[in-house]
């Protein structure tokens, strides 16, 4: 029987700077550069774990995009509609995310400004990636789901007020 904390050995091209900064980072730490790369890449695939979960859909899918979307976003060039598609296909009604909402997590990722202007335009949401965040946590992760009164996305209700 294999153990499942057998290792096996992957290959990564990175750039010269990529390499350089962990090998800073080692240094610093005063550990091996190998550790550096697997410590890094151990908390990339935590905080996109539920990407790797084919179950995960709409609103248990979500964390992973409020976390790093910006930068999933940008690097893997997501549109919108791909995004909407990653995030709510297959969802129970209950469990999917606004297309409001998503759009504001794509808007975030060309730079924020439109998205913060947006945002500040909603009494009581901060305008910034923080209050981005702390809006679809509250509305999607936090509270509990069953029972409640859908509410609008924060474009439905700029698009009303």
Do not use: C, W
């Not at 976390?67 to 060039?77: A, M, S």
């Amino acid at each position: 029987m294999v153990s499942a904390k057998r290792k096996k050995a992957v290959s990564f091209r990175l750039t010269s700077g990529d390499v350089r900064q962990i090998k800073a980072i080692a240094a610093r730490l005063g550990a091996r550069d190998s550790d550096v790369a697997r410590f890094a890449l151990k908390l990339l695939l935590n905080r996109i774990g539920p990407i790797a979960d084919p179950e995960a859909r709409g609103r248990r899918l979500l964390p992973a995009f409020i976390e790093v979307g910006d930068e999933l976003i940008r690097h893997f060039e997501i549109d919108l509609a791909r995004l909407k598609a990653i995030i709510n296909d297959g969802a129970a009604t209950e469990q999917r995310v606004d297309e409001g909402d998503v759009a504001l997590l794509a808007l975030s990722a060309t730079g924020g400004s439109l998205a913060a202007m947006q945002l500040d335009a909603v009494a009581g949401v901060e305008g910034s990636p923080e209050g981005l965040r702390g809006y679809l946590y509250s509305k999607y992760v936090q509270r509990p789901h069953v029972g409640r009164r859908a509410e609008p996305s924060l474009i439905t209700q700029l698009a009303v007020g």
